[in-house]
C-alpha cells in the first residue's frame, strides 16, 4: 500500500512537471512593468489583438465559462479557414458595468491570438458571435492572487487593487475605459495547485510622471 501511494505521488509530480513546461511554451502578451510596489504593479502592454466574446450571464463565473466555450471551440476549428489556434494566456474577462440584464454587469471575455494569427486572425463562424478586438498600447495596473477566482474574491481583490492605487503615484489617474477592471486568468482548467490569477485596471500615461521607469520585460 505505501509503494502504490509513493508511485501516485511520483505520478503527481511528472504530470504537474509536464504542465510546467507546457506553460513555459504558452504565448501571452509582451509587457514592460513601469512601475512597482510591493501589492501591485504598472505594465505598459503593446499593440495586441484578441478575439472576445460577449457574454451578459448574471456572474463572472458563469460569463468566463460561456465565453470560454465559445473561444475554445474557435481555437478548435469553428472558423471560416478550419484553423486550430495554439491556446494562449491569460484568459481575459473584462466586467462592462450596467451593460447586461436589468442594468446589470455584462462581461467580454477575450483570447489572446498567437503571433502567427495577430496580423490575420480566421474569421470566427457566425453563430459564436465572436468579435476580433485591436488593443491600443495601454497601461494596466495589476494585483496577483492564487487560488480560483470565485464571484466574490474577484471583487475583493479588485477592491484591494483599487486601495492600493488610492495610496500611491497613480491616484486618480485610471482610463476612461468602458470595463471596470478585469480578471485574468493564467492556469489551464483542469488544474487544481499553484492556480495563478489578476486583476488588471487601466491607468492613463499621466502616471508615469515622477515614476522611475522599471525597464523588466516579460512574456
Known sequence: MERQGLTAIASLLCLLSLFA???????SPQYTIV???????????????WMSALAS????????????????EYTQGANLNSSR????????????????????????????LPTKFQSTPPTPLPELKLELYNWSSHYVAVRKFLGFALDDIVVKE????????????WANVTS???YA????????????????????VDVEAAGVNGNKLGGVASS
Not at 512601475?35 to 489583438?49: C, I, K, P, Q, T
Not at 494562449?88 to 455584462?106: D, M
Open 176 to 178: 476612461n475605459s468602458s
Open 85 to 112: 489556434l495554439a491556446m494562449t494566456l491569460p484568459v481575459l474577462t473584462s466586467i462592462i458595468p450596467g451593460a447586461g440584464p436589468l442594468h446589470l454587469s455584462a462581461y467580454v471575455v477575450r483570447f489572446y
Open 181 to 200: 477592471y478585469s480578471i485574468a486568468q493564467y492556469s489551464l482548467p483542469f488544474q487544481i495547485i499553484g492556480r495563478v490569477n489578476e486583476i488588471w
Open 21 to 27: 513546461t507546457a506553460c513555459d511554451a504558452i504565448e
Open 57 to 72: 450571464d448574471l456572474s463572472f463565473e458563469k460569463a468566463t465559462l460561456n465565453g470560454y466555450h465559445r473561444l475554445f
Open 158 to 169: 479588485a477592491e484591494k487593487l483599487a486601495l492600493s492605487l488610492s495610496r500611491s503615484a
Open 35 to 49: 512601475h512597482a510596489e510591493s501589492d501591485f504593479e504598472v505594465r505598459l502592454y503593446g499593440n495586441s489583438s
